[in-house]
């Protein structure tokens, strides 16, 4: 068997109904992408990135603040770090991903991307 062959031979195909990876996080209800279109189509970009921080949309968060101002967008990648490379549930009544290990080289390298320059470590 080449090492072609023998990656593809440990691949499956999850069977109906079972969970992919990642998938858990894309289950956005309609009711959310709607409210959010709807900023959106009112033209209030903050609004929205306001609303899908608030909704836990992060990637839809990022996004839509990269096309708003520098300074929002910074927010949201400080948000997002505190969120998803945090040591630490940030409370107890959402479900709080917490990172193992130390993500601190993370969290600096995300900072340092947002431009935040020096302060990027602290």
Request: aromatic share 8%; proline share 2%; hydrophobic share 35%.
């Amino acid at each position: 068997m080449t090492v072609k062959e023998e990656s593809f031979a440990s691949f499956t195909v999850p069977a109906d109904g079972q969970q992919t990876l990642g998938s858990g996080q894309d289950n956005y209800s309609s009711d959310m992408l709607e409210t959010l279109q709807g900023h959106l189509m009112r033209g209030d970009r903050e609004a929205a990135v306001r609303y899908a921080i608030q909704e836990d949309l992060w990637a839809h968060a990022l996004i839509i603040s990269s096309c708003v101002n520098k300074d929002l967008w910074k927010e949201v990648v400080n948000g997002f770090v505190e969120r998803d490379l945090s040591s630490q549930p940030l409370d107890s009544m959402r479900t709080s991903k917490v990172a193992q290990g130390d993500r601190q080289g993370l969290r600096v390298l995300y900072a340092l991307f947002s431009g935040q320059g020096a302060k990027a470590s602290k």
